[in-house]
């Protein structure tokens, strides 16, 4: 089975310049996380989406971060205009929902705000 | 919300001894603890879990303990290796929300 994809792997911009990540999850998975992780911090999730709907994005900042699912499967994670504190690993992960609650990872976009 | 705390932040041990990672957690009515693995520049990897009706999960080396009265839970590595070196991350998740709190980590170096 193919793991999460996620791309581009690296991504370096200028503060208030724009970025998007994409993520792919796992074929069949309903349930699709955007976490950040911080350098030696735990991931810490942005926003949780069931099929193409938000379930949760209490801690994903709107006025510059936003995120789709358009057809509940492959999904964006957009920064509009970017900070330097946006500077982390953002990872998407997948699963399979209906009280299967096993997260999996993909390999994580690096982010560099210069 | 959720507020999980993990101890020790860094660990190194001897190859072949063990190795506890400890974790506490505010919300009783969290119910799945998961374990992930993250080796430098990569994904986190499941290890291992445990759910809130389980006191006790073993998997091979690797072992998971759950205290529910006192909000903790514990991972267990017996005869370690250097290839198990990596930061490890304990979570918890509420009931229905399927949403993972993770601790801050903790950096294993087992030392051949």
Redesign the interface.
């Known amino acids: 089975e193919a793991g999460v994809a996620q791309s581009p792997r690296y991504k370096i911009i200028e503060k208030r310049q724009s970025v998007a990540f994409w993520c792919n999850p796992i074929s069949g998975h309903a349930t699709l996380y955007w976490y950040q992780q911080i350098l030696g911090q735990g991931p810490k999730l942005l926003i949780q989406f069931q099929n193409n709907g938000v379930v949760d994005d209490s801690q994903l900042p709107k006025d510059r971060f936003s995120a789709e699912r358009l057809k509940g499967v492959d999904s964006t994670l957009k920064i509009q205009p970017a900070k330097l504190e946006d500077s982390a690993v953002y990872l998407c992960a997948s699963s399979p929902g209906q009280m299967r609650e096993t997260q999996y990872f993909g390999p994580g976009t690096r982010l560099l705000v210069l | 919300g959720e507020n999980?705390e993990?101890h020790p932040s860094t660990l190194s041990v001897q190859e072949g001894d063990s190795a506890v990672i400890k974790c506490t957690y505010s919300d009783s009515a969290s119910n799945?603890f998961?374990w992930?693995k993250q080796e430098l520049g990569?994904?986190?990897?499941?290890i291992i879990?445990i759910r809130s009706n389980v006191g006790e999960k073993k998997d091979q080396r690797i072992a998971v303990t759950l205290n529910k009265t006192a909000k903790h839970f514990s991972l267990h590595i017996t005869e370690t290796q250097p290839e198990d070196s990596a930061v490890y991350?304990c979570?918890a998740?509420g009931a229905g929300?399927?949403?993972?709190?993770?601790?801050?980590?903790t950096k294993l170096s087992v030392i051949p």
Do not use: C, E, H, N
């Open positions: 999980v993990q799945y998961p992930y990569k994904r986190p990897q499941l879990d991350f979570a998740s929300s399927y949403q993972l709190t993770f601790g801050k980590g």
